[in-house]
């Protein structure tokens, strides 16, 4: 898989299958963004993250429309 250049959001990704995606994703090429409540308690290499909480709409809203693009989103969050 080549992803050279895409730009992917892994909500949840800071632990658990959360980051074992955002790790992929990495290692194909993609710039991405981690959303979580709490920041990861072990880094992920090749990310960048933002507190988030994916039940608050309007938060989403602005982190969102704040990217200049998106690719992928994976929506792994659990709240």
Do not use: W, Y
Request: positive net charge; glycine residues 14%.
């Amino acid at each position: 898989m080549e992803l050279d250049g895409k730009v992917a959001v892994v909500t949840g990704g800071t632990r658990g299958v959360g980051a074992g995606i955002a790790r992929s994703l990495v290692a194909a090429g993609a710039k991405v963004l981690l959303c979580a409540r709490r920041p990861p308690e072990v880094a992920v290499p090749g990310t960048e993250f933002i507190q988030l909480d994916v039940r608050d709409g309007d938060a989403v809203r602005r982190v969102l429309t704040a990217l200049p693009r998106l690719d992928i989103l994976v929506n792994n969050a659990g709240g």
